[in-house]
């Protein structure tokens, strides 16, 4: 018997199709000397609602644990990143914003990478951001921001002080939201007549065709689809009118929504529903097969780190990243096999990686000396870092990589 869950989206049955097993909080990256027991554990699953086909985490953990005063991710930290989110902005002041006195709010600005660029043109804006210290990073670029959760009382409440909306935007947050219903009905209410909804993330297509399974962490609760997203946005008086995929973290859509009826969908919405359908993209065979590829490429990539242990090569890890403690923890990739992890954050080093306690080390460590391979666990920004560590590359190191296949580069 198949184990399930009720949705967070429309209360159906939602069916197990993956089980990653027991998993410490990904971005909870431990001072030395910490008690393990303190550390949270939970089951990591996955499972499909045969409803409204949304896939979603079966378990949900409670969102303080997550977003708080010290909670790592810094989303300034890639250059790429910054002039994604720049371009953006660029947009919505080209086409969106050209009203009179125009409001935009942001649900999780982080440390403003996105924002900044609207304050600096001057636009009304309001960050919220429930995790205090990127939220006071934002602060001091001069982005208003308000410290606490969206959801739909937060909504209220910025509607009486500040009015309606013309655009809110979520950019990789969305899908860290199992509250959604509460979210979606205070968008509604604060988005303004003509105004959009326009949220990013990661793509479950792009997931399952390249089996980028490390996206599915504790912070990621709900994997999007054009079919999911649109079902959701109809229970709430929202319409899907725009889809774009976008290259970043691995493959993502840029979802827009307006109230039902306010604008014309584009063709690109038929477009990609038709092809997730051709694809049968939210199928259980599909899924289940998904699940197979992870366990083929979780046992090729410990396989590979264990002979290149006996062949007495070093190993270093690139990036601390969220998605690199779910697959450690799932492969049981520890200490013994990636001697530390290197990471520009200052808030991650020092530190232990969540679970299985792999150190985390400056920048500057990676280099002194080079080791023999060094696994790309920010491989999202694989361009970005290739690029600028070529030396490493003419020191005669190799980069591993596992999306969407264990490969030495
Ligand atoms: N938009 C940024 C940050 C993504 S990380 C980017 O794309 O890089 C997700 C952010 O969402 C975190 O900063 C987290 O604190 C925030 N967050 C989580 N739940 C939230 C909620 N209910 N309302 C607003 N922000 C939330
Ligand atoms: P990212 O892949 O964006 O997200 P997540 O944690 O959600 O999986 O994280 C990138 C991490 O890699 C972040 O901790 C910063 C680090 N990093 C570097 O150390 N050097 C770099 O050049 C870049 C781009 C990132
Ligand atoms: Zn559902």
């Known amino acids: 018997m198949s184990r399930t869950s009720r949705c ?38 996955t ?6 086909s949304m896939v979603q985490l079966t378990e949900e953990v409670p969102r303080e644990h997550m977003f708080h005063e010290d909670y790592p991710y810094h989303s300034s930290g890639s250059l790429y990143m910054r002039t994604h989110f720049e371009n953006l902005a660029k947009r919505l002041l080209d086409r969106e914003l050209t009203g009179d006195n125009p409001f935009v709010v942001e649900i999780g600005c982080n440390d403003g990478i996105m924002l900044r660029t609207l304050a600096d043109a001057g636009i009304r804006h309001l960050g919220v951001e429930p995790s205090g210290g990127v939220a006071d990073l934002a602060a001091a670029k001069g982005i208003r921001v308000r410290k606490s959760f969206f959801e739909e009382s937060t909504a209220t409440e910025i509607l009486e002080a500040e009015g309606h909306a013309d655009v809110i935007y979520a950019a990789n947050t969305l899908c860290h939201i199992p509250y959604i219903g509460s979210v979606l ?28 399974f490390d996206q599915i962490y504790d912070e990621h609760f709900f994997f999007f689809t054009v079919q ?24 993502e ?13 584009s063709p ?18 599909t899924l289940q097969r998904f699940g197979q590829n992870v366990v083929k490429v979780g ?20 990036g601390a990243t969220a998605k690199s403690s779910m697959i450690t923890n799932f492969c049981g990739i520890g200490p013994e096999l990636v001697e530390f992890v290197s990471d520009i954050t200052p808030s991650k080093q020092g530190r232990l990686t969540p679970g299985t306690h792999i150190p985390v080390r400056p920048h500057e460590a990676f280099s002194d000396p080079y080791p023999d391979y060094a696994l790309l666990f920010a491989w999202n920004h694989a361009d970005e870092i290739m690029e600028k560590e070529q030396e490493f590359r003419e020191a005669g190191g190799k980069w591993i990589l596992y999306v969407p296949d264990v490969r030495v580069l």
């Open 185 to 212: 009905s205070g968008v509604t209410r604060l988005l303004a007549p003509g105004g959009i909804f326009v949220f990013e993330d990661p793509y479950l297509l792009d997931i399952t065709e390249r089996t980028s």
């Open 299 to 318: 046992q090729e990539l410990t396989t590979l780190l264990r002979d290149l242990k006996d062949d007495g090569k070093r190993v270093v890890a690139y």
């Open 268 to 285: 690109a919405v038929a477009e990609l529903l038709a092809e997730e359908q051709k694809k049968k993209l939210s199928d259980m065979a």
């Open 8 to 45: 967070r989206v429309c209360n159906g049955t939602v069916t197990e199709f993956f089980d990653f097993g027991r998993q410490p909080l990904s971005d909870c990256f431990l001072a030395p000397g910490t008690a393990v027991e303190k550390e949270f554990y939970f089951r990591l699953a």
């Open 47 to 52: 499972g499909v609602c045969g409803e409204c």
């Open 253 to 265: 859509v840029r979802y827009t929504l307006a109230h039902q009826g306010a604008r014309r969908p």
């Open 228 to 251: 999911s997203v649109q079902y959701m946005a109809a229970r709430h008086g929202l319409e899907l009118v725009d889809v774009e995929r976008l290259p970043v973290h691995g493959g």
